[in-house]
């Protein structure tokens, strides 16, 4: 067999203009491949069609929207004209709706076929869309008409340089003849879990080039769809290794004292648990309080608003409306909803890149917990959320709440050990009638650590270790370089520094 020298030479690429797609599918679409787009009404197939339409016109291409048992084209153009994508003045020059009913009904598959021919060569477009694909197979007196019909669709698509998708409703349980002869197959699907429905999107073939698989979240928004490829599947690099004795100050000097290295280590996570009332966001708050424009501070939190957070922190005198005035901190509130845990992941890490942001908290993991479909995929996102956090040098604290007010273990209904470099247990405990809020170190991964209970107290001057906790309910005061890192806490400037080595 002659070798062929053009058959060694990479397939050039179409990107799909849906934002996270091209992610999915490894790079783009193939130019010149024949896939099918499935789904069950209302699953999104019009909108994902047009979309990749208007972006590829945007970029200098042609399209042509063929329909057959459809919606009317009037219809179909009221229904996405509000979508941002959306741009009339593409109409009809660079891109065309055409009816192709009456040809089939008339001349049948090879009716069809003719007009397709015709449009990609007359208009000389580089996409195509049939939409209703199921009706052509309808038309098909047999399987092998229906693939004769598919064939003839490749061959056009190849010599005419035109990239072609087939929408049809379905789902991809069932093998159909077509289904084995194209390049491609994207089911869209929208489920129910309980009483909340999640779309999302699956490449149950791609030939020519590794693509991402499983199920990848999207959304239809006013913007149109974006897709969220699962952060699992994505980010598998391992975090950059830390630097050895380089801390970041947790904003509580007498806490940093309990720490061999003055801090968190740089680029490490951080859980802190407790329930509620016990001062994990208020540890939370005097982190971002050392936060400067060499470490800018990001906060993405579910529970609280911004005002109140930032109300808070100026009860404890740690003046964050400067710090975010100045730029050097970030306030995110994403209030509770109806949340895509992969969503969350993709604009965290999104804002922290761009940002360069170095410290990073998120204050209510259960945010995230509560947006997860797939409750056994939290610990892998968890993970794989982390590691790329500290590969991109964030030093990351989180906060975890639990049931019990008073007591002296836990109950997690997720294991965050795991993915965690550090672990702060704050809790309540009884003494004598009074209730003490009480902190344990519990972990420390790469650095030693004070042992023991410690009392805790919170009050208008912040936050502040007071001494270690007996078992008969004493408190015995810190070590003199404890009291002394507590007494020469300062408020933080934008310009402050906030390592400690």
Same mark, same amino acid.
């Given at each position: ?35 099918? =787009? ?25 399209? =042509? ?95 005419? #340089? ?63 769809? $974006? ?6 599947? =994505? ?91 100045? #730029? ?9 909803? $109806? ?11 999104? $804002? ?17 917990? $509560? ?110 370089? =404890?009291?002394q890192a507590a007494a020469q806490a300062q408020p933080s400037t934008t310009d402050g520094p906030s390592k400690q080595e």
């Amino acid at each position: 067999m002659k070798h062929d020298p053009e058959a060694s030479l990479p397939l050039d690429r179409l990107s799909s203009g849906i934002p996270g797609l091209d992610e999915v599918l490894g790079g783009g679409f193939f130019r010149s491949g024949v896939y099918i =787009v499935l789904g069950m009404p209302g699953s999104g197939k019009t909108i994902f069609a047009n979309q990749l339409c208007y972006g590829h016109v945007k970029d200098g291409g042609r399209a =042509v929207y063929v329909t057959l048992l459809a919606e009317s084209h009037a219809r179909m153009l009221q229904h996405i004209r509000p979508l941002a994508f959306f741009d009339e003045s593409h109409i009809p020059e660079r891109l065309s709706y055409i009816s192709a009913f009456r040809d089939l009904e008339t001349d049948g598959l090879k009716g069809l076929m003719d007009l397709l021919r015709r449009e990609m060569r007359a208009r000389r477009v580089s996409v195509l869309v049939l939409d209703g694909l199921v009706a052509a197979a309808e038309a098909a007196t047999t399987d092998r008409e229906l693939k004769k019909f598919i064939h003839e669709i490749q061959t056009s698509a190849v010599f005419h #340089g035109c990239t072609v998708f087939l929408l049809t409703s379905g789902n991809g349980q069932r093998v159909s003849a077509e289904h084995t002869m194209v390049d491609g197959l994207i089911e869209l699907d929208d489920r129910l879990f309980e009483a909340r429905a999640e779309r999302s999107l699956q490449l149950r073939k791609f030939r020519g080039s590794g693509s991402l698989r499983g199920k990848h979240a999207f959304r239809i928004s006013d913007a149109g769809i $974006e897709v969220f490829p699962r952060l699992e599947s =994505v980010f598998l690099q391992p975090p950059t290794a830390q630097s050895e004795g380089v801390a970041l100050s947790s904003g509580v000097p007498s806490l940093d004292a309990l720490l061999a290295i003055g801090g968190f280590p740089e680029a490490s996570a951080s859980v802190v648990i407790g329930s509620s009332g016990t001062g994990k966001t208020s540890l939370a708050l005097h982190f971002l309080s050392r936060s400067s424009a060499a470490e800018r501070g990001l906060l993405l939190s579910f529970f609280e608003s911004p005002s109140r957070l930032l109300a808070k922190a100026r009860g404890f005198g740690l003046g964050l409306d400067a710090l975010e005035s100045a #730029g050097a901190l970030r306030l995110m509130w994403r209030a509770q909803g $109806e949340h895509v845990i992969d969503e969350l992941g993709h604009q965290l890490l999104t $804002e922290v890149r761009e940002g360069g942001y170095k410290r990073v908290v998120i204050d209510g993991l259960s945010g995230f917990f $509560e947006a997860a479909t797939y409750p056994e995929r939290v610990n892998r996102f968890f993970s794989c959320l982390v590691n790329e956090l500290r590969r991109l040098g964030a030093t990351v604290l989180m906060t975890i709440e639990t049931r019990d007010a008073i007591g002296t273990s836990v109950a997690l209904s997720y294991g965050v050990s795991g993915f965690v470099d550090n672990l702060l247990f704050l809790r309540f405990a009884e003494d004598n009638g009074r209730v003490r809020r009480l902190l344990t170190v519990t972990k420390m991964r790469s650095t030693d650590y004070s042992p023991g209970v410690h009392a805790l107290e919170i009050g208008s001057a912040g936050m502040r270790i007071a001494g270690l906790f007996s078992s008969d309910g004493d408190v015995i005061p810190s070590a003199h370089r =404890v009291d002394q890192a507590a007494a020469q806490a300062q408020p933080s400037t934008t310009d402050g520094p906030s390592k400690q080595e």
